[in-house]
Structure formats: structure tokens, C-alpha cells
């Protein structure tokens, strides 16, 4: 992350937030320009990444390389938007919980539903505690998507009095069944929990892999 603000002329900051179900997340909060005045004209707004990625798919140029544009959460900070990257509990950034640790089975229950409901909640409140109150804007994109649904449709109270706007890329709101059928066997969950596997590229991984190539049903 930190090469990236570099490259892009931005100062930052790390900030840790703890969620109601213990986790405590590092999201990452534009707080500037190396060269020049960054002045706030519009209303802080959050994004939200991908599966399986983390804050820093908001700080890279997947698809057009060194020569694209500038990466999403700098063009935003760049019109004024007062930025805020999210990490989801689980990825790199956001490993940290009050009971359990990486190797535990318990840390890794989490799911669409607890992102939506514990994790942005509890990035919201923090930025809430520095601009007055305000509403926040979301950008999410895939799962950030999907675990806005979530919360969204479990506790809408909340989300209609924090979230003035969401705009969600790549939408997803429910499984394809041809990417279920021949993995999300009892076979393959069971092997999984006999070898304490409880997520891909987690800790251990590199071991965890040869396991599952050498051993795998």
C-alpha cells in the first residue's frame, strides 16, 4: 500500500477499527497530497474490494497497466472525495480477532452476511467520528457488492440512516450453481476440515496447498 500512496503523490493513514464481533480491521484513509493542498469537497466515501483481494485492488491499475489512468481511490481523491479503503476480516490487513487467532477454525466464520453487517458498520462509525456525523458513500465491487445486499436486507434501518449512495460494480446476488456442483461436495468439505484447511492463500498456505494437490479427493 505504502508504494502505491508513494507513487501516486498521496499521504495516508492506517487506521484500526474493531467490529462488534471482535475483529479488528485496517482500512486505509487518503489524508493528502505529497505536493500540494487536498481539499474535501464531497462527501466521504468507502470502497469496498473484491473476493479474494484486499484494499489494494483500489490502488493498482489491473487493466491497463503502468500506462492507464490512475487507480479508482486516487482519481476519487483527486475530485475532492474524502476516501476510505476498506479490508474485509480475514484478508491481510484485517487478521487480528479478541479470542481467536489465523490458525483457529472459529476466526474464519465469517461470511457475506458479518462483512455487511459488522465490518462496514464499524468502518462507518469510525469515519462518522471525524466528519460530524455524515453520511458515507459506498463504491463496492463484486463481493462488496454482494455483502451490501446483505446488510442492506438485514438491518436497512442502519443502512438508510449511514449510506446516502451505492454504487455497485459486477453486482452479485447469488451463486451459479456450475461453480458449486463438483466442488462444494461432502467429499471435499470433509477433507478440508480433517487437514484444519479454512481458507485458500491463508496461513500455511504454501503446506496447506501441497496437501491438498498431494492428498486432495
Keep these: 500500500m505504502a508504494a502505491a500512496f508513494e507513487k501516486h503523490g498521496f499521504t495516508w493513514e492506517p487506521v484500526k477499527v474493531h467490529t462488534?464481533?471482535?475483529y479488528t480491521l485496517?482500512?486505509?484513509?487518503?489524508?493528502g497530497k505529497v505536493d500540494g493542498?487536498?481539499?474535501?469537497?464531497?462527501?466521504?466515501?468507502?470502497?469496498q474490494h473484491c473476493m479474494g483481494m484486499d484494499s489494494?485492488?483500489?490502488?493498482?491499475?489491473?487493466?491497463?497497466?503502468?500506462?492507464?489512468?490512475?487507480?479508482?481511490?486516487?482519481?476519487?481523491?483527486?475530485?475532492?472525495f474524502d476516501v476510505w479503503i476498506a479490508n474485509n476480516a480475514g484478508n491481510p490487513y484485517s487478521q487480528v480477532h479478541d479470542v481467536y487467532t489465523v490458525d483457529d477454525k472459529e476466526f474464519w466464520a465469517f461470511d457475506w452476511r458479518k462483512h455487511g453487517v459488522y465490518d462496514f458498520p464499524a468502518l462507518v462509525t469510525e469515519i462518522q467520528s471525524r466528519n460530524g456525523g455524515k453520511?458515507?458513500?459506498?463504491?463496492?465491487?463484486?463481493?462488496?457488492?454482494?455483502?451490501t445486499f446483505?446488510?442492506?436486507?438485514i438491518i436497512p434501518e442502519w443502512y438508510d440512516a449511514n449510506v446516502s449512495v451505492a454504487a455497485l460494480l459486477g453486482p452479485c446476488t447469488h451463486p451459479n450453481p456450475k461453480f458449486f456442483?463438483?466442488?462444494?461436495?461432502?467429499?471435499?468439505?470433509?477433507?478440508?476440515?480433517e487437514n484444519d484447511i479454512w481458507v485458500t492463500n491463508g496461513p500455511h498456505w504454501e503446506e496447506k496447498r501441497?496437501?491438498?494437490i498431494s492428498e486432495g479427493p
Design 210 to 212: 501441497e496437501i491438498i
Design 150 to 153: 446483505a446488510g442492506m436486507g
Design 37 to 47: 493542498v487536498h481539499e474535501i469537497t464531497r462527501p466521504s466515501l468507502v470502497l
Design 20 to 22: 462488534d464481533d471482535g
Design 26 to 31: 485496517t482500512a486505509f484513509h487518503v489524508t
Design 135 to 147: 453520511k458515507v458513500a459506498l463504491l463496492g465491487h463484486s463481493q462488496g457488492t454482494t455483502q
Design 181 to 193: 456442483t463438483d466442488l462444494y461436495t461432502e467429499e471435499n468439505w470433509s477433507f478440508l476440515e
Design 56 to 80: 489494494r485492488v483500489w490502488t493498482m491499475n489491473i487493466r491497463f497497466g503502468e500506462n492507464g489512468p490512475d487507480p479508482m481511490a486516487f482519481q476519487f481523491a483527486e475530485m475532492g
